[in-house]
């Protein structure tokens, strides 16, 4: 009978479906309802700033509006260029203005709909061991970027964590090398469902120490060896 019960354990335990990477975000991205952006106009406003992307079968415009005054600047990345208008008017920039105005774009509206975003072609996909977090369980997936179509900053290196759950990402990390370098750690302030889509408020945060292994930095955060540095808020979220 004891081998007959340790038998039905052992089967109970290897049927447990087990997921790829590639399973795991594309689950995320179903139960968020984000794959319902990909043909949708969404605009929010972010700190001073407003946003809007406009997405239909592939193709993109993503809109940063600044007001300052009596000035409006308005920079706009598509699939084919970036643009930079101010009151209207087009504006030559250097292509090293191009890539640092672009780049600012694009990550906003990048960590705006994650993990959306996680499908792009450049997108290299790996599923590391799972961990626990604060009592609950983790799929953990580490993500990098092929060189070509990965942007300027294609050896940046991220991490998202999971929920087994709910397959919701409910924490991330990025290891950047622009301005010098450095950490970053995000937990989820506050979610918001706009019509039926999720969205997510963040607490952004960096490791007292600089000189970490960015791969356990989930464990720093449980033990409160994170310095919070500011929220991700996103304000008046619109969906079309």
């Not at 600047?73 to 970036?82: A, G, Q, R, W």
């Not at 302030?189 to 039926?196: L, T």
């Not at 969205?199 to 945060?205: P, Q, W």
């Amino acid at each position: 009978m004891r081998f007959l019960y340790i038998s039905l354990l052992l089967l109970v335990v290897s049927c447990k479906p087990k997921f790829t990477a590639q399973q795991i975000i594309d689950k995320s991205i179903e139960y968020s309802k984000l794959n319902e952006i990909g043909n949708a106009t969404i605009s929010f406003n972010f700190r001073k700033n407003h946003y809007k992307a406009t997405r239909n079968n592939g193709t993109f415009k993503l809109v940063r509006t600044i007001k300052n005054d009596s000035v409006t600047i308005k920079d706009v990345l598509s699939n084919e260029n970036f643009r930079r208008f101010v009151n209207d008017s087009l504006v030559e920039l250097t292509e090293k203005d191009k890539n640092r105005y672009s780049n600012s774009v694009n990550s906003v509206h990048y960590f705006s709909v994650l993990p959306f975003g996680l499908n792009d072609k450049a997108v290299q996909k790996k599923l590391l061991e799972p961990v626990t977090i604060k009592g609950k369980e983790y799929y953990k997936i580490r993500v990098t970027f092929a060189e070509e179509g990965g942007g300027e900053d294609f050896d940046d290196v991220f991490i998202y964590w999971f929920a087994k759950d709910s397959f919701q990402v409910d924490y991330l990390a990025y290891k950047y090398h622009t301005n010098g370098g450095g950490v970053r750690f995000r937990d989820v302030k506050e979610e918001k469902i706009v019509n039926g889509i999720r969205f997510v408020d963040y607490n952004n945060y960096k490791p007292l120490d600089k000189d970490i292994n960015f791969y356990t930095i989930d464990k720093l955060y449980e033990e409160g060896k994170l310095k919070k540095l500011s929220e991700i808020i996103l304000n008046n979220i619109e969906l079309n």
